[in-house]
């Protein structure tokens, strides 16, 4: 089915008002669970192929961030459902004020390789809690991935209101045309600007999740808590993460200890060859590798560097004295090289940041509240951190989005609910006692008095 009657389709069942009864929400994101549940040796074996994902790994950071966002959303649906009432201003008594949420309609949701199945159906619970169809789009460089879903998930969604369509960028182009009600992407900047541009021709709202640079800074603390937690962060998924550290500002005294330290966390974490680990991914492809390679020689290679192309193989790899102004520092890096570089102190790594573009998120490494507080205070970023690097994403009821250049709008419990709502404002007010007349001209000195009063 071509993408103009796949959306005639799914807006005519959504006309029918099928989408809308809690007990229809409910029953997709049980049905979600199920699949999830019955189905995690086929989802873990697809993420295998197309990563190297451990079925550990898959589990975490697929599998169980979306199960615990359908149960959130389960948890407090009737709730985010509920009218809210608004207060009314005397001079409009009697009168009764509230809002109401109700769903756009059909929306899209683009999904990107390197989480290529959480980063689907994570913003899906929201699409299903607040009442909407979706067409769903994987990405087609995470191809088994894609397939899986393409199957399972007409199995356990009603197929007449969730669809699944695959294919490269021609079709990512052809649904771009279509008025959907809303369009969410998650992905590269290059592509955020593309869909962004193709939504405005129909007035379509969109949610950009893209990515940057995320700093870690570290200039307190444990330092050697502070590796592990950094290169569990870092590497996790071969460091192909939005929200992964993509470098490490510190202070020139704790930066040799801190590079050993990471290179002690990696020997932990991975063995004395993360080749031969089963927790250790793959780059996505050879073209992402040959890129990654390319930015070696940007720096000095500390710990690390070992790679192989058949293999798409490229060792965490830890690099100092790294120029500000090379490759390595002008885009994210998504994949497993981490720069350290120093700066005097915290001052000055927050006007490091600050003279960047705002990052997805950014990470502090420190005990002292003095340290903490300026650094929320003074960083821009989708999202901060203290002392963890890319963990805040489990908590369900933090709403997770970015920036600027790290994207537009925001999601996870509730604010995905909202995020595929359109909230709208009621007024009610009985005929029966005319109030308003004091409004309505001719305006005498008494009437303007009154009216000066009330109002």
């Not at 067409?135 to 199995?155: F, M």
Request: charged residues 20%; contains cysteine.
């Amino acid at each position: 089915m071509g993408a103009a009657r796949l959306l005639a389709a799914q807006r005519r069942y959504f006309g029918s008002g099928a989408t809308r009864p809690a007990a229809w929400r409910r029953g997709q994101l049980d049905a979600l669970l199920r699949l999830l549940r019955d189905r995690e040796e086929d989802l873990t074996r697809a993420l295998a192929q197309d990563l190297g994902k451990s079925s550990t790994e898959a589990f975490l950071s697929e599998i169980a961030v979306v199960r615990a966002e359908a149960g959130h959303a389960l948890k407090h649906l009737d709730r985010w459902m509920a009218p809210e009432r608004i207060p009314v201003p005397g001079g409009l008594r009697p009168a009764r004020a509230w809002t109401q949420a109700r769903p756009l309609g059909s929306v899209l949701i683009i999904g990107p390789w390197n989480y290529p199945m959480q980063l689907v159906l994570a913003p899906l619970v929201g699409a299903l809690a607040a009442g909407n169809t979706a067409v769903l789009k994987p990405s087609e460089l995470a191809a088994s991935t894609s397939r899986v879903l393409a199957r399972l998930v007409p199995q356990f969604l009603d197929p007449e209101a969730v669809a699944v369509v695959e294919g490269g960028p021609e079709t990512t182009t052809d649904l771009l045309a279509q008025p959907f009600n809303h369009v969410f992407y998650t992905g590269g900047e290059r592509v955020g600007k593309i869909v962004m541009r193709a939504a405005a021709e129909h007035l379509t709202p969109v949610t950009l999740e893209l990515g940057g640079k995320s700093p870690a800074v570290v200039v307190g603390g444990d330092l050697r808590v502070a590796a592990r937690r950094i290169a569990y962060g870092k590497f996790m998924n071969a460091a192909q993460t939005c929200v992964a550290p993509d470098y490490v500002l510190t202070t020139p005294d704790a930066a040799p200890v801190l590079a050993e330290a990471l290179a002690d966390a990696v020997r932990e974490f991975y063995g004395s060859d993360p080749r031969a680990s089963a927790d250790y991914g793959r780059i996505i492809n050879e073209h992402h590798f040959d890129r990654l390679v390319g930015l070696l020689s940007d720096g000095t290679v500390v710990s690390g560097g070992r790679h192989e192309r058949a293999g798409r193989y490229l060792e965490p790899t830890v690099l100092r004295d790294v120029d500000p102004a090379s490759a390595l520092m002008q885009e994210e890096i998504f994949g497993p090289l981490l720069p350290i570089l120093e700066v005097q102190d915290l001052d000055e790594a927050i006007g490091f940041i600050g003279a960047r573009p705002h990052p997805l998120a950014a990470y502090l490494f420190s005990d002292r509240d003095e340290d903490l507080r300026a650094f929320t205070d003074g960083v821009q970023a989708g999202g901060l951190a203290h002392n963890v690097c890319t963990v805040q994403l489990a908590v369900p009821g933090l709403p997770f989005g970015g920036v600027g250049a790290s994207g537009t709008g925001s999601y996870h419990g509730r604010q995905s609910f909202t995020t595929f709502s359109h909230l709208q404002s009621v007024f009610s007010k009985p005929s029966g006692l005319d109030t308003l007349r004091l409004a309505y001209p001719p305006f005498g000195p008494f009437k303007r008095r009154l009216l000066r009063r009330l109002l």
